[in-house]
């Protein structure tokens, strides 16, 4: 049972630990956490999924990639195959992430832009952060957030937004909405890789001229190494870094760096998209190169930051998650559109959790979902009766940790969710959204049904055996296999009405779905 033993709500000095802020919560002596998460990184875009002891585990080749660090970190991490985001896209995920909670309970159901007022962090949200924060922790963000409605509260020029275009997708975290992060070096969404640009703690903007990953493992090497006073030394530290690459664009020079493209420069595309699934003829396809070259840039980056780690002999005692907020398509099921697709490509995304003497590095098939990994970063932590009572994710904590004799049943499905904008006011502002899709991934197969926009009926169905058919090459129509059918429209309605979906709450197809 999870319990709420925080007494406080977000928004002011109560849970937000920051300065002058005296929350008389004592320490802890726990271990230190460093998240990273790359945007838009495919699960199939890591080199070792083809070497011994990993490739008979999968279903599929994986991308033809340099990923040197990765390969050698998998090796002593808990790797797994089915990590799922419910919900593929930057700020929905992002929702899930921070508190745990499923994007129509979080806050955030659609990607977080100034047209988009409905969508954005809850207030009074208790985030992963708020509870590190509250049992000690320092508490670190660097990189992009994306999971607040921009404002026109630029710190430079004061009832403006931070950039010039409406609507505007760039934002500035006030230090009230930074939820118990003391150390902040961030920006909300900013797709100019080499151009990248960043609030500190006191808001004030810095303009880099630097490969945005780059910069950031910079920015936390001397975070680790406290190089001028970053974080407190006294206190375990909780680090998580939001990396925008391998995220679009990528379309040139302009966008990765040119030693990692040199490694892909001369490679036919037949020879990169070498999955059945990808179409080499795609005019996206050229993209390949420089997505491969931005993976393997955010490769070396994550080995700088390890490498610190070692030097400072802070290895044994920091958890390290590698992961992503979700895939890419890259050129699979005829579709230009990366994410937000029930889609292996884009649902499927890595998930590498290193903590030497403590979790056995192997390879495991648990179906994780987002709102997973706030509960199970705690429950690592030792914070386990610190997990908020709203959160609908569970701690799998003693799973990774191997003491199977106290887990949670391992899951055998997770949802996949898709939003889009509803209704619209006279200023042209989002005022709703249409759950316009919803879906299962089991262990065995993949199920998506979508509505008709205009009358909430079901417009189209898509359903993969993924042992039979990794690459979701064949759409099986739900009628060829009624028991299945049954079996999986059941096991979704089941789900829906765990989470309290709208679809459940609103009871839409409830013809198919049988709810309860």
Known sequence: MKRRILPFVLGGCAAAALPGCGSGLQETAGPNVIYLFPDQMRNHAMAFWGEEGFRDRVDFRPDPVHTPILDSFARQALVLTSAQSNCPLSSPHRGMLLTGMYPHESGIPLNCNSSRPISSLKEDAVTVSDVFSGAG???????????????????????????????????????????????????GTFDVHK?????????????????????????????????????????????MIG?????????????????????????????????????????????????????????????????????????????VVFTSDHGETMCSQGTDDPKNSPYAESMNVPFLVRWPGRIAPRVDDLLLSSPDIMPTLLGLSGLGDRIPAAVQG??????????????????????????????????????????VARGLKTESHTLALYLDPETLQLDHALLFDDRKDPYQLRNIPLSEDPALTERLLARLAAELETVGDPWYRDRILSDLLPYR
């Open 137 to 187: 922790y320092d508490c670190a963000y660097i990189g992009k957030l994306h999971a607040d409605f921009p404002r026109p509260n630029d710190p430079q020029r004061p009832g403006h937004y931070v950039e010039d275009r409406i609507p505007a997708w760039d934002a500035y975290t006030p230090a009230e909405r930074r939820h118990g992060f003391n150390y902040w070096y961030s920006y």
């Open 394 to 435: 569970r701690d799998f904590s003693s799973l990774f940790l191997a003491d199977t004799t106290r887990g949670p049943v391992r899951p055998d499905a997770a949802l996949y969710i898709k939003n889009i904008d509803g209704k619209t006011d006279s200023a042209g502002l989002v005022r709703d959204y249409l759950p």
């Open 243 to 319: 990396m925008n690459p391998p995220h679009s664009p990528y379309r040139s020079l302009d966008d990765c760096m040119e030693q990692d493209f040199d490694l892909y420069r001369d490679i036919p595309l037949d020879s990169l998209l070498i999955r059945p699934n990808a179409d080499p003829r795609m005019e996206k396809a050229e993209s390949a190169r420089y997505y491969f070259s931005s993976v393997t840039g955010v490769d070396r980056e994550f080995g700088r930051i390890l490498a610190t780690l070692h030097e400072l002999g802070l290895d044994d005692n920091t958890i």
């Open 195 to 239: 151009r990248p640009h960043y609030w500190d703690t006191e808001g004030r903007r810095h303009e880099i001229r630097e490969w945005s990953p780059r910069h950031e493992a910079d920015r936390a090497i001397a975070y680790l190494r406290n190089e001028h006073g970053e974080r407190s030394g006294d206190k375990p530290f909780f680090l």
